[in-house]
Nanobody, 123 residues
């Protein structure tokens, strides 16, 4: 499956951005969709994930209450709504997919990765 992210950019602290991830080449409903991020000099870290039917979501503690993951199975697209952005949220954000990730927050659990989209948060 191919994943293409969009929606990155620059925003002031406290602002919002919405990332999208368009999937193609597979049956979208077979995949758990997730997001990871990587800031310069830091490890790639889990942001959140949404299960196949969208009924269950998981978030990193650092984004819980500020970020929301959703999916539109009719459009083969996943979203990451980011509110109350902080400078420490600045990173390259990656969309990921896997049919059955053994560990939701484990970066090695996902077979498919997008190319990433840059999010910059100015203070």
């Amino acid at each position: 499956v191919q994943l293409v992210e969009a929606g990155g950019g620059t925003v002031q602290a406290g602002g919002s951005l919405r990332l999208s991830c368009a999937a193609s080449g597979g049956i979208f409903t077979k995949y758990v969709m997730g997001w990871f991020r990587q800031a310069p000099g830091k490890e790639r870290e889990f942001v959140g994930a949404i299960m196949w039917n969208g009924g269950d979501t998981h978030y990193a503690d650092s984004v819980k209450g500020r970020f929301t993951i959703s999916r539109d199975n009719a459009e083969n697209t996943a979203y990451l709504q980011m509110d109350l952005l902080k400078p420490e949220d600045a990173a390259v954000y990656y969309c990921v997919a896997d049919e059955d990730p053994p560990a939701i927050a484990g970066r090695w659990s996902y077979d498919y990765w997008g190319q990433g989209t840059q999010v910059t948060v100015s203070s």
